[in-house]
């Protein structure tokens, strides 16, 4: 549907004119939102926040919310265009939301998550695990952080792709220690509204597993992969990704402890399951998404 702007009055003082036009941007702006239509949204907000700066000045409240909304477009689009690896793009958007989030630590630290983003699918891991780091710090000085674990599950397959496993695995179970209680420490018989966070929960349940088999404690990796494949269906059905990945995760898992077992007393199958586990794993890798463009699953 199109928007229909009104016509400026032109008999209307200079400044009623320019606050009139404000108010058709917002219009124009919240329309372009419904029709998906973010990239002429986000030229709308920024011709918004050009007059709210005029009419307002540059440290009202006023300016600062639009800030943050502008922020978050420019977040939102710049992970829309990382999935179609239109690179430079991307960081033009990043790097406004990172002027634009100045004054939002919260916002700040989803820019610095999704920056650790770019620059991981660009190869580059220390310039993501330290935007990774600075976010971690911000986030923790804050009381209410939205998907706080989000940030730990970056960061733990960050330092996985460094091979520091036993680092990745301490940030997989602080993921998994606050996505439960995110889903159930109020009402955990109730989850409707939040099954693509019992999906990110499954995503940690199988990170965990991930870095226990790195480290050689297969046993523990079974123990997570099976936990995490019971909780994810409950809520989410069998069929779904996540509790199909997990299961075939625990399949091979439990399989190479077997194997353990018959190497000890005396034989060698251990490494009839090896090119098989990996191969089965890049399979389910490229089969499930990321649930949302923050979160990174190990495999």
Do not use: W
């Not at 939002?104 to 580059?124: I, K, M, S």
């Not at 330092?159 to 602080?174: C, Y």
């Not at 990704?241 to 625990?250: A, E, F, K």
Request: proline share 2%.
């Amino acid at each position: 549907m199109e928007l229909m702007l009104e016509e400026v009055d032109e008999r209307m003082p200079l400044e009623d004119q320019q606050l009139f036009a404000l108010e058709q941007l917002d219009a124009q702006c919240t329309q372009l939102q419904l029709e998906a239509k973010y990239s002429e949204a986000l030229e709308c907000m920024e011709k918004g926040l050009v007059l709210r700066q005029h009419f307002f000045g540059s440290d009202s409240d006023e300016v600062i919310q639009a800030c943050r909304t502008v922020g978050e477009m420019c977040n939102l689009l710049a992970m829309t265009y990382l999935q179609q690896e239109n690179f430079g793009i991307v960081l033009e958007l990043l790097k406004k939301a990172e002027i634009l989030t100045e004054r939002h630590p919260a916002a700040r630290a989803v820019t610095l998550n999704n920056f650790a983003c770019y620059y991981r699918r660009q190869g580059n891991l220390h310039k993501a695990l330290t935007n990774l780091t600075q976010a971690l710090a911000i986030e923790a000085k804050l009381d209410d952080v939205p998907n706080r674990a989000d940030t730990h599950l970056n960061m733990c397959a960050v330092l996985s792709q460094l091979g520091r496993h036993q680092a990745a695995l301490e940030q997989a179970h602080s993921a998994l220690i606050l996505l439960q209680e995110e889903l159930f420490a109020s009402n955990p018989n109730n989850l409707d509204g939040k099954l693509d966070r019992v999906a990110v929960l499954g995503i940690a349940y199988h990170n965990v597993g991930v870095e226990q088999e790195f480290l050689k404690k297969p046993e523990l990796s079974v123990h997570s992969y099976k936990k995490g494949a019971e909780v994810t269906a409950k809520y989410l059905g069998e069929t779904h990704g996540i509790v199909v990945t997990l299961n075939n995760s625990l399949v091979i898992a439990q399989r190479s402890v077997e194997a353990g077992k018959g190497k000890r007393i005396g034989g060698d199958g251990i490494s009839r399951f090896a090119k098989m586990k990996n191969s089965i794993r890049a399979k389910i890798k490229k089969s499930i998404p990321n649930n949302n463009n923050k979160v990174a699953m190990e495999g």
